[in-house]
């Protein structure tokens, strides 16, 4: 997988390819879908959500430009595999989950796997996590219609870096937003397609 589907098509961060070759990605996945575990496709979990295909995940870690010393947001939990990954690239990661299965889920296989740096919540991620802000990282793992404001207020005036698919319920443009101060500089890394973001500042009830 790291060598065909992540080197092969552009990935050149060499900690997030050690990362993504080291976390087991068939321990995030339903029994029935174990055996494509590292096929270049997103594979489906419970209650409608998914987990996306490990190009996707890299390319959004890799974007993030993340340090060890960092502080991350993950917006939408779901099987915890993201979080696994973000996990053993920063110092802290912040998972806010709005499906409380998959949250617990989620929680007890990190555990095992050791990822003792996560804090996790049921809540509506399109708010973040105010009163642990600011984080130096936001990443979005469902697509929003806008960037949700509480999301930018929360990134780190200094270089935060907040990665997020926006867009309509069928196709998404991946973009960058690095914030210096009051000031957002925005970049389209890619097309995308991701499940909606639902909450206050997200889509209402499963889309628009």
Request: glycine share 8%; aromatic share 6%.
């Amino acid at each position: 997988m790291v060598e065909t589907q992540l080197r092969r098509r552009g990935i050149r961060s060499e900690r997030v390819l050690e990362v993504m070759g080291e976390v087991p990605r068939e321990r995030f996945l339903p029994p029935e879908s174990r055996s494509r575990a590292y096929a270049d496709q997103a594979l489906p979990l419970a209650l409608g959500q998914t987990v996306s295909q490990p190009y996707m995940v890299a390319a959004m870690t890799e974007a993030l430009e993340l340090t060890l010393t960092d502080r991350v947001l993950e917006v939408g939990t779901g099987s915890g595999y993201q979080t696994c990954i973000l996990s053993r690239l920063a110092a802290e990661v912040y998972s806010v989950e709005r499906l409380e299965p998959l949250a617990r889920s989620a929680e007890l296989l990190l555990k095992e796997l050791g990822c003792t740096n996560v804090h996790l919540r049921v809540g509506d991620g399109s708010l973040g996590w105010p009163e642990a802000a600011p984080f130096d990282a936001i990443l979005v793992t469902a697509a929003a219609p806008d960037v949700p404001p509480s999301l930018k207020a929360q990134l780190s005036p200094h270089g935060g870096r907040l990665v997020i698919p926006v867009g309509d319920r069928f196709v998404q443009d991946l973009l960058k937003l690095t914030r210096h101060g009051d000031e957002f500089r925005q970049r389209r890394l890619m097309a995308c397609r991701f499940v909606p973001l639902v909450g206050e500042e997200g889509w209402e009830g499963d889309g628009p």
